[in-house]
């Protein structure tokens, strides 16, 4: 019953690979973001988008970029994934507005690079 | 630079028992509060937005304290299910991300 998905929900990969994590809404939410999360850490925010063409990048450096080519999906890709790069990624949106009513989060993908 | 602190934990209270953890917040101009529930290697989920007033739901006690700059969560009647981590969120602006701030949450353990 999920609105919000992400896949793969676990993934380990090789130094050096290419990825693209998928982040898709039913919800019609213009508001999308992108977290990640270490074990027993905070979240931070790495990339959002405010609507179809529209990121920007968030608080915490990241080599990852992002696009928004349609309203419902939200993929973020590693050219060149590291070690440095494992992490949980949090995938959310929220309500299109001024007032933020709270995120909805997707299940997260855990990335383990090898 | 925006903070949100939170006491870590873990928090061991016995099955039954009332618990309650608070979170200072430095920006004062902060808009809007929330606490959310995370699971053990699930993503976090709306517990409760915090309104001036303070709120209740069912277990749940949310207020807030802006002359103190602090949210506090209460829970009463402890069940073995309330085991988590509580993030504390602030909001401190607009309906974007670039306003909010997590805290790194509470980890509460329930015990039999």
């Known amino acids: 019953e999920a609105d919000i998905y992400q896949t793969p929900r676990y993934l380990v990969i090789g130094t050096g690979k290419k990825i693209t994590l998928e982040c898709s809404q039913t919800m019609g939410h213009d508001k999308m973001y992108w977290y990640q999360q270490d074990p027993g850490m905070e979240l931070h925010l790495i990339h959002y988008s405010y609507g179809v063409n529209s990121t920007e990048k968030g608080d915490l450096s990241s080599e990852s970029t992002v696009s928004r080519i349609r309203t419902e999906h939200f993929p973020l890709t590693l050219e060149s994934a590291r070690p440095s790069h494992t992490s949980q990624y949090l995938c959310?949106?929220?309500?299109?507005?001024?007032?933020?009513?709270?995120?909805?989060f997707g299940s997260g993908t855990r990335l383990t690079v090898v | 630079r925006k903070e949100v602190e939170q006491d870590p934990g873990p928090f061991n209270v016995p099955e039954g028992a009332t618990v309650a953890f608070n979170c200072t917040y430095s920006?004062?101009?902060?808009?809007?509060f929330f606490w959310y529930r995370q699971d053990c290697r699930k993503e976090p989920k709306l517990l409760m937005s915090?309104?001036?007033s303070g709120n209740e739901d069912g277990r749940f006690t949310a207020q807030l304290n802006r002359a103190s700059q602090y949210i506090s969560l209460l829970i009463r009647d402890s069940k073995l299910s309330d085991s988590a981590t509580y993030l504390c969120v602030v909001n401190e602006g607009g309906g974007g991300a670039d306003g909010l701030t997590f805290g790194k949450g509470t980890h509460l353990i329930i015990q039999p």
């Open positions: 915090v309104y001036s």
């Open positions: 920006n004062s101009a902060s808009q809007s």
């Open positions: 959310a949106s929220s309500e299109p507005g001024d007032t933020f009513y709270g995120y909805t």
